[in-house]
Nanobody, 115 residues
Framework: QVQLVESGGGLVQPGGSLRLSCAASGTIFSIGAMGWYRQAPGKERELVADISRSSTTNYADSVKGRFTISRDNAKNTVYLQMNSLKTEDTAVYYC?????????WGQGTLVTVSS
């Protein structure tokens, strides 16, 4: 079993920055791909960015050039640096991790971008 705990959400003004973290715990050996998804009110969950174990990254077009995903394999942790935030980035952000043919999810952290 893998448990994922996100942190770093909150309220930020448009143009501001936030850094999300997600730490995986449990009996783990070599987690695979990790990623960040988000779900805005009334919308479906969507991929924001993901990163392979070897740090190959993939981004949604809407966040390219503003968000950066990274990971620390020694700490089983994935990060999402979010810059130049827009009101449309407001959503609950979920961490995911792929381990032994199963995708695990965190509980979500709320990011609100508002003036």
């Amino acid at each position: 079993q893998v448990q994922l705990v996100e942190s770093g959400g909150g309220l930020v003004q448009p143009g501001g920055s936030l850094r999300l973290s997600c730490a995986a715990s449990g009996t783990i050996f070599s987690i695979g791909a990790m990623g960040w998804y988000r779900q805005a009110p009334g919308k479906e969950r969507e991929l924001v960015a993901d990163i392979s174990r070897s740090s190959t990254t993939n981004y949604a077009d809407s966040v390219k050039g503003r968000f950066t995903i990274s990971r620390d394999n020694a700490k089983n942790t994935v990060y999402l640096q979010m810059n130049s935030l827009k009101t449309e980035d407001t959503a609950v952000y979920y961490c995911s991790a792929y381990y032994r043919y199963t995708t695990y999810w965190g509980q979500g952290t709320l990011v609100t971008v508002s003036s």
